[in-house]
């Protein structure tokens, strides 16, 4: 059972435009959902993360809008720069900060120059 | 800080062999992690230790895989025998309690042949 559907599987997006990537969750009990960055041949890094009790979160560039009601909850990055092309995971995890991370299935983001 | 040691980088084996990857946490992260992530798709939990205990060990295929943590530091997570589905990138990270999110290692690239 895929418990976080991620989509697109890949996107490429033109310098200075805005990268979106899409999340859904099917387990309501889940209470913090992290995004997170991954470059080749290292582990995933947290990006920036949120909480169900705002819609919206911003650090920098990064912008996590968050729709509980259709559980659902998006990643938008600004100004995208090339340094930004790695894998993205969104995850949701439920319980303590210790609780076990489910992570989606990621988004290959390519940022043309 | 040091962040998440593993070690081997890299290894190659041929099915039905035996291997054994090590991990390091962050000094004072009571909480490990062991996850399996194969090509293209998001990190899957294997096993979640709190100190030297198991709190999660449901997704270990526990005929073939095995992990401990002895004195609630490092860890070790061993293969025996390996399939051809266990090339994977082997990923630990660990956590803070009270803290949120976890800190990945580089992670020990399985081939198995």
């Known amino acids: 059972q895929q418990q976080v559907k991620q989509s697109p599987q890949s996107l490429i997006v033109q310098k200075g435009g805005i990268s979106i990537i899409n999340c859904a969750y099917e387990?309501?009990?889940?209470?913090?959902f992290p995004w997170y960055q991954q470059f080749p041949g290292k582990g995933p890094a947290l990006l920036i993360a949120i909480r169900p009790d705002v819609s919206e979160k911003k650090e920098g560039r990064f912008t996590i809008s968050f729709n509980k009601s259709a559980k659902q909850f998006s990643l938008h990055i600004m100004d995208s720069q090339p340094g930004d092309s790695a894998t993205y995971f969104c995850a949701a995890s439920k319980g303590s900060s210790a609780s076990k991370i489910i992570f989606g299935s990621g988004t290959r983001l390519s940022i043309r120059p | 800080e040091a962040g998440v040691a593993q070690s081997p980088r890299y290894k190659i084996i041929e099915k039905r062999q035996s291997v054994a990857f090590w991990c390091n946490p962050i000094s004072g992260h009571a909480t490990l992690y062991w996850y399996q992530q194969i090509l293209g798709q998001g990190p899957k939990l294997l096993i979640q230790?709190?100190?030297?205990?198991?709190?999660?060990d449901s997704q270990l295929p526990k005929d073939r895989f095995s992990a401990e943590r002895l004195k609630g530091v490092d860890s070790t997570l061993k293969i025996q025998p390996a399939k051809l589905e266990d090339s994977a990138v082997y990923l630990c990270a660990s956590s803070l309690q009270g803290m949120d999110g976890y800190t990945f290692g580089s992670g020990t690239r399985l081939t198995v042949v």
């Open positions: 230790f709190q100190n030297n205990g198991v709190v999660d």
């Open positions: 387990n309501t009990a889940f209470d913090y």
